[in-house]
Each structure stands twice: as C-alpha cells, then as structure tokens.
C-alpha cells in the first residue's frame, strides 16, 4: 500500500512539472526583434531599472510608436528611470498627479497612480512599480497625441505640450531632447533597425 501511494505521489509531481513546462509562455516574437535588442542596449548602457519588454512589446503592436522619441522623453525627465524621485516613486515620466481618479476614467496613465509625491512644489505621481510607471508613461505618450510631435521632430510643439510652453529652462530641455533622441537612433542603428 505504501509503494502505492508514492508511486501515485511521484506521478502526480511528474504531471505537475509537465504541466508547468507545457503551459510556459513561448518567447514572443518582439523579444527577437531589432528593436529589442536596441532598446535593451539602451537601458544597460543607461543602468536602468525600466523594464525594456514594456516598450518592445508596445512598438510591436503599434509600429507608428516612436521609440527614440520616447526614451528620450524619459532620458529628459528621469535619467531612464535613474535619477530623482521618479526612481523612489516609479514615475519616469514625471506625470503630474490629478487626485484620486473615477475608476472608468479613461486616462489609464491616471488611474494606475497610487498616490502622490511633492517634488517643486507640484503632485506628481506614484506607482507600485517602474513597470507601471512606465507603461502609464507610453500610454500617456501615445493617447494624448504626444507621439505624433515626437515622430514628426516636433521638439519645441511636444515640450510646449509636455514641459509647459512658460516653464524656465524648456530651450535646454529641447536641446536634451534632440540630443537623446539622435543618440538613441545611432544605438538602434548599430542594431540593425531604423528609428
């Protein structure tokens, strides 16, 4: 009776293994793409903390996504993910905080805050993680019309948008913008797409 039962037990660990290794996700077909590996490139080169598969998997599935332009909105505004409270909020874009949301407003990018931290006197946002925090950034970015001027090399129009028109030091940040921007295109290059 002994043998029995761990002969069952052993063959229940067998299909429970099996059964993890069959239901394990195939890698996705983005993971193998240039883009992939570019935006990878970026974020170690960077010594970011930013979930590169976050962006790859948005550019997968909207190919019109300007990936250059938004990773150099997020160079401009947190370092990638690295430098200033959006590391210890999780928010690499700098989204400004708009108070607890309606749960069918539409705004994801709103309603994935978790609360808020004060940084030059204004809310801004924070989420459970960079992972949340950036995917509320790309969203923002596309559904708020901002990946149009950054495809169309717009600097100033998307920081008149974005940084504010009247805000002090908007011709720096443009010029940092451009200047990440190219910088991001070579990298991509030197893997093998186009941005």
């Given amino acids: ?5 761990w002969w069952v037990l052993v063959l229940t660990m067998v299909a429970i293994v099996a059964l993890f290794i069959w239901a394990a996700p195939a890698a996705a077909q983005w993971e193998k793409t240039p883009d992939a590996r570019a935006i990878q490139a970026i974020y170690r080169e960077a010594g970011s903390t930013l979930p590169w598969y976050t962006v ?3 550019r997968s599935s909207h190919p019109d996504f300007d990936v250059a332009g938004f990773l150099a909105v997020m160079w401009c505004e947190s370092g990638l993910g690295t ?3 959006s590391r210890t909020y999780h928010n690499p874009g700098n989204i400004k905080f708009c108070g607890w949301m309606d749960p069918t407003d539409p705004r994801v990018w709103l309603r994935w805050q978790c609360g808020a931290f004060r940084a030059a006197g204004a809310p801004y946002g924070h989420y459970l993680s960079h992972y ?6 790309i969203r923002l970015i596309w559904d708020r019309g901002y990946n ?8 100033w129009g ?16 443009v010029r940092n913008l451009q200047v990440a921007h190219d910088r991001f295109v070579r990298i991509a290059a030197s ?3 186009a941005w």
């Fill in 83 to 85: 430098t200033g409270k």
């Fill in 1 to 5: 009776m002994r043998r029995a039962r």
């Fill in 191 to 193: 893997h093998g797409c």
């Fill in 158 to 173: 998307f920081a008149s948008r974005y940084y504010g028109a009247g805000v002090p030091g908007i011709a720096t940040y």
């Fill in 148 to 155: 149009e001027d950054l495809a169309a090399g717009d600097w």
């Fill in 56 to 58: 790859a998997a948005f």
């Fill in 132 to 137: 949340w925090g950036q995917r509320a950034a």
